[in-house]
């Protein structure tokens, strides 16, 4: 989309988005919403924002569930 990137950022943005799931996306938006809710609300935003980002870091990337069902999880690919 034009509006979001223009040509030279594409690539790398296109790259960016594919070590990426929708659903670690989603868990990681997750802790943001949970994390400005918490810093409006706190006599102590500092230590909130900080908690945020040692959740986001401590996020694990999500195993597709089909993965799990075949005993494929964690596997390298064939190659």
Do not use: I, N, W
Request: aromatic share 6%; proline share 6%; glycine share 6%.
């Amino acid at each position: 989309d034009p509006d979001v990137a223009g040509e030279a950022e594409r690539p790398r943005l296109t790259a960016l988005g594919q070590r990426y799931s929708r659903e670690d996306l989603l868990r990681a938006f997750d802790v943001f919403t949970r994390a400005e809710f918490d810093v409006r609300h706190s006599d102590h935003p500092r230590f909130q924002l900080e908690m945020a980002l040692v959740r986001l870091m401590h996020l694990r990337k999500l195993v597709p569930l089909a993965e799990l069902l075949d005993g494929t999880a964690g596997r390298p690919a064939a190659s």
